[in-house]
T-cell receptor, first 113, second 115 residues
Framework: GNSVTQMEGPVTLSEEAFLTINCTYT??????LFWYVQYPGEGLQLLLK?????DKGSNKGFEATYRKETTSFHLEKGSVQVSDSAVYFC????????????FGQGTRLTINP | GAGVSQSPSNKVTEKGKDVELRCDPI?????LYWYRQRLGQGLEFLIY????????KSGLPSDRFSAERTGESVSTLTIQRTQQEDSAVYLC?????????????FGNGTRLTVT
């Protein structure tokens, strides 16, 4: 079945460091890919998405490129801030016409000042 | 505006008891999803409602789990004869329309602890 594998956490970085959180997927067909973020005390919210190969999703300085050849959707940010501390989830949409999402296990990111 | 609201935020119950979890989606959202997140794991799809269509129940782990939705409003997830392995955060999400370009809006979840 379809699945998403994320880089295991927790990840701890200093402010202004470069961030990469790896995500690879297994899917039939051509799923859409997403990164969701959960800030402390809040619900999950969409961070960015890409709906086809070679698309780049971006938001709040974060980027991820849909790589069909490597079945990856790695999340990157050039200079992280303390406010980026959160849990990040990679996900794919499993069914066309409905957004039945398959999630990775989440990666907890802590940014120290 | 108001987001997805879930209640209760925390529930502690004894093994064998039934529990009912509630989700109020964002007004006008036709799609509603339930997910479960066990400690240290990803989100596990449970069930999906879309308008008046038959729900997709393919993720429900056993017949102890059921869910209902009244029209395009509130949904309840019921777990009968709870077991310790049911302990998890139960997340509800809604979406304004069908299709995989519509973002999901999640509630803060109900943390269920079965003792």
């Amino acid at each position: 079945g379809n699945s998403v594998t994320q880089m295991e956490g927790p990840v701890t970085l200093s402010e202004e460091a470069f961030l990469t959180i790896n995500c690879t997927y297994t899917a039939t067909g051509y799923p859409s890919l997403f990164w969701y973020v959960q800030y402390p005390g809040e619900g999950l919210q969409l961070l960015l998405k890409a709906t086809k190969a070679d698309d780049k999703g971006s938001n709040k300085g974060f980027e991820a490129t849909y790589r069909k050849e490597t079945t990856s959707f790695h999340l990157e940010k050039g200079s992280v801030q303390v406010s980026d501390s959160a849990v990040y989830f990679c996900a794919l949409s499993e069914v066309q016409g409905a957004q039945k999402l398959v999630f990775g296990q989440g990666t907890r990111l802590t940014i120290n000042p | 505006g108001a987001g997805v609201s879930q209640s209760p935020s925390n529930k502690v119950t004894e093994k064998g008891k039934d529990v009912e979890l509630r989700c109020d989606p964002i007004s006008g959202h036709t799609a509603l999803y339930w997910y479960r997140q066990r400690l240290g794991q990803g989100l596990e799809f449970l069930i999906y409602f879309q308008g008046n269509s038959a729900p997709d129940k393919s993720g429900l782990p056993s017949d102890r789990f059921s869910a209902e939705r009244t029209g395009e409003s509130v949904s309840t997830l019921t777990i009968q004869r709870t077991q310790q392995e049911d302990s998890a955060v139960y997340l509800c999400a809604s979406s304004p329309r069908r299709g995989n370009n519509s973002p999901l809006h999640f509630g803060n979840g109900t943390r269920l602890t079965v003792t």
